[in-house]
């Protein structure tokens, strides 16, 4: 694995505008977003139109074509990258949820398994939507979710991209974890 002071100088000079960061940048932290999105995957049903490498460029696309974010390491590079994975997966879930049914398709007999990617569409709809409430009521525990839950950040290093202390981010994990199960068992 590519060492973050490695990473985080090229990360710098992608936010100077360095033309080339870019190109840098993507075989350092590769491997590591690859993982980011086959965590997301693990939840995802084996059909899915999207796959882990689509995702990874996806993400890196946004991420890295015309940054100006002025990043503060490594862990702070894959927490934005594994927010935009999981904003694509949800902007994918809503597209799916909204498209015409059918068309002039023929119908197999793949009730079930259309049911089921439905019903994986519509948590993940309703996951991101709480998780946008939870931001409402507290940005902080919102940022913490999505570094740990979906960046797989550990409380060290979630604690230094957001400049608070360990502490902190282990009690907003915690409420935020109980706050959102709460919520996602009101709305089933």
Known sequence: ???????????????????????????LV????HSLAKRYFRTQSRDHTLQPTALVHEAYARLAGGASENWKNRAHFLAVAAQ???QILVDHARKRRTAKRGGDQANFSLDDARDQV???DERLIALDETLGRLGDIDPLRKQIVELRYFGGLTVKEVAHVLGVSPRTVDSGWRFAKAWLQREMTKED
């Not at 694995?1 to 075989?27: F, Q, W």
């Open 1 to 27: 694995m590519t060492t973050s002071p490695e990473v985080t100088k090229v990360l710098a000079k992608l936010g100077c505008g360095d033309p080339n960061a870019a190109r840098e940048l993507l075989p």
């Open 30 to 33: 590769y491997e590591e977003l």
């Open 84 to 86: 935009a994975m999981r």
């Open 118 to 120: 439905h019903a994986q």
